[in-house]
T-cell receptor
Framework: DAGVTQSPTHLIKTRGQQVTLRCSPKSGHDTVSWYQQALGQGPQFIFQYYEEEERQRGNFPDRFSGHQFPNYSSELNVNALLLGDSALYLC?????????????FGPGTRLTVL | DAKTTQPPSMDCAEGRAANLPCNHSTISGNEYVYWYRQIHSQGPQYIIHGLKNNETNEMASLIITEDRKSSTLILPHATLRDTAVYYCISSGSARQLTFGSGTQLTVLP
């Protein structure tokens, strides 16, 4: 079992550009959540996808959008990048939206905005 | 989700038990206590969760006070590989986890 995988591992963009990050959930999981982790802080919830729809959203602007595919993989898109978007972006999967067993996190994508 | 409070850092000698406290005095009746840890440059790792009873698994034990206002995560025999940031989270489900700043546990040789 490969667990949660994310790509790419590192990415460098400039202000104003757009970026797409990808995530494949753990086998048997159908729910994907995305988190942003700034340096020295805990992860902050962006949104959660289940059955190809956004089910819950944290306090992030509309520049942050996502998608979930029929195979449960997911993408996070960020438009009009700002310097403050530089962070580690984490994907987490769970066997259902309301699973109590905890979420399984991937290794993250380190995004640097110059 | 209720707010949790943790000490910013703790040290523990290798081989000894590490006891990490968490205060969640505003936790509501249907909220669980979750513990995750994050080793440097990796994604958070689920450790354990509980509602009101003490829980134990292969990684750790979770002791929740009777009034549910605080809990303690116990790593029975800490190793150097347990050095990490430990997050205590209270949540009605695992749907949206609200991470705080956590406790930096350093296991010393």
């Amino acid at each position: 079992d490969a667990g949660v995988t994310q790509s790419p591992t590192h990415l460098i963009k400039t202000r104003g550009q757009q970026v797409t990050l990808r995530c494949s959930p753990k086998s048997g999981h159908d729910t994907v959540s995305w988190y942003q982790q700034a340096l020295g802080q805990g992860p902050q919830f962006i949104f959660q996808y289940y059955e190809e729809e956004e089910r819950q959203r944290g306090n992030f602007p509309d520049r942050f959008s996502g998608h979930q595919f029929p195979n449960y993989s997911s993408e996070l898109n960020v438009n009009a990048l700002l310097l403050g978007d530089s962070a580690l972006y984490l994907c987490a999967s769970s066997p259902s939206p309301v699973s109590l067993q905890g979420q399984f996190f991937g290794p993250g994508t380190r995004l640097t905005v110059l | 989700d209720a707010k949790t409070t943790q000490p910013p850092s703790m040290d523990c000698a290798e081989g000894r038990a590490a006891n990490l406290p968490c205060n969640h005095s505003t936790i509501s009746g249907n909220e669980y206590v979750y513990w995750y840890r994050q080793i440097h440059s990796q994604g958070p790792q689920y450790i354990i969760h509980g509602l009101k009873n003490n829980e134990t698994n292969e990684m750790a034990s979770l002791i929740i006070t009777e009034d549910r206002k605080s809990s303690t995560l116990i790593l029975p025999h800490a190793t150097l590989r347990d050095t990490a940031v430990y997050y205590c989270i209270s949540s009605g489900s695992a749907r949206q986890l609200t991470f705080g700043s956590g406790t930096q546990l350093t296991v010393l040789p």
